[in-house]
């Protein structure tokens, strides 16, 4: 996906803007940033889980409808998901997605984004299984 569509597709969401949520681009690819404003700080000063979440879903999610864009009138219905958080976010973070398959037979699809510190360590991994939808099923 280009930097201009991960963009747009932050742009659109009102909580996502609430965040802040902007664009990194690392070896030619577009990603998911997560700045480290005060308002998105925990009680010991790192980033607040949740807003890390919410920044890898939005991630996953803009990877996997840029992708499903070939799939004629399939969206995504629904999602379960894991997060593992290794050590906390001291500074502002980034988003590393991989679209790891896309089931059509069976409505659905899984991702695995990781999230990265500036020095492109990783922080966490989040584990997400979609649920697909056709048009009109």
Known sequence: MNIQTLAAHLASQPFLRFAKLGTHQHEGQAHT???FDPFLKNH???????????AAQADAQA???????????????????QIAYKRPAKGP????????????????ASTLT???NQNNEPLAELAIEFVLAQEGA
């Open 63 to 81: 990877n996997l409808q840029s992708e499903l864009k070939q799939h004629a009138g399939v969206h995504i219905a629904g999602f379960k998901s």
């Open 93 to 108: 973070v980034w988003m590393s997605t991989t679209i790891n398959a896309i089931d059509l037979a069976n409505n659905t």
């Open 33 to 35: 940033l997560l700045g």
């Open 44 to 54: 010991i000063g790192t980033l607040h889980a949740g807003a890390i979440f919410a």
């Open 114 to 116: 990781v999230i990265h």
